[in-house]
């Protein structure tokens, strides 16, 4: 894994963000267009991994806490979900890499970073899962190989239990 000299901590101000390109328009204006005022206001931090001492930012992700309705048919609930008609979980939107930065292991190390998280914080916060919203080419693939289940037909929305995830860390 190629990931000296970066660093994952929450966007700055002063971070490098205008060049970030990962091939998926959204994930690219979501990263350059976010303002630092709306990011603390909504509560939803953004991650950067950042390399260098100008802070550029060369992949991120941000997590969300959300209450979540659970498919009631059979075959599109999550299994070792409880049986209420909504739970508490938290949510990766984003996770992006910045094309000159694929394949060397940073996209692992993001993932690795927001599992360290929710984990960290489901012990106050009684969430039993982390839920993936998979809306772009190669996440999928990308996350089952972690773990992560796809639930609800035709979803683009993963879930991988608390458990697991601690299980994935330790490993």
Same mark, same amino acid.
């Given at each position: =894994?190629?990931?000296?000299?970066?660093?994952?901590?929450?966007?700055?101000?002063?971070?490098?963000?205008?060049?970030? &390109?990962?091939?998926?328009?959204?994930?690219? #204006? +979501?990263?350059? #267009?976010?303002?630092?005022?709306?990011?603390?206001?909504?509560?939803?931090?953004?991650?950067?991994? &950042?390399?260098?001492?100008?802070?550029? /930012?060369?992949?991120?992700?941000?997590?969300?806490? @959300?209450? /979540? *309705?659970?498919?009631?048919?059979?075959?599109? *609930?999550?299994? #070792?979900?409880?049986?209420?008609?909504?739970v508490k979980t938290v949510i990766i939107q984003r %996770?992006? /890499?910045?094309?000159?930065?694929?394949? *060397?292991?940073?996209?692992?190390? @993001?993932?690795?970073?927001?599992?360290?998280?929710? !984990?960290?914080?489901?012990?106050?916060?009684?969430?039993?899962? !982390?839920?993936? %919203?998979?809306? +772009?080419?190669?996440?999928?693939?990308?996350?089952?190989? +972690?773990?992560?289940?796809?639930?609800? =037909?035709?979803?683009? *929305? =993963?879930?991988?239990?608390?458990?697991?995830?601690?299980? !994935?860390?330790?490993?």
């Open positions: =894994m190629a990931t000296s000299g970066v660093s994952i901590r929450t966007l700055k101000r002063a971070d490098e963000r205008a060049r970030f &390109a990962c091939g998926v328009a959204g994930l690219d #204006d +979501y990263i350059r #267009d976010s303002r630092i005022e709306d990011i603390h206001r909504i509560r939803e931090p953004i991650f950067v991994a &950042a390399a260098g001492e100008k802070g550029r /930012v060369v992949g991120y992700y941000n997590i969300k806490r @959300l209450m /979540v *309705r659970l498919p009631r048919q059979h075959g599109t *609930r999550p299994p #070792d979900m409880p049986d209420y008609p909504f %996770l992006a /890499v910045d094309r000159a930065s694929q394949g *060397r292991g940073l996209g692992e190390m @993001l993932l690795m970073d927001a599992l360290g998280r929710v !984990v960290a914080a489901s012990e106050t916060a009684d969430s039993p899962a !982390v839920l993936a %919203l998979c809306g +772009y080419p190669n996440a999928i693939e990308f996350l089952d190989r +972690y773990g992560f289940t796809r639930f609800g =037909m035709a979803s683009q *929305r =993963m879930f991988l239990p608390i458990a697991t995830a601690a299980e !994935v860390l330790a490993a």
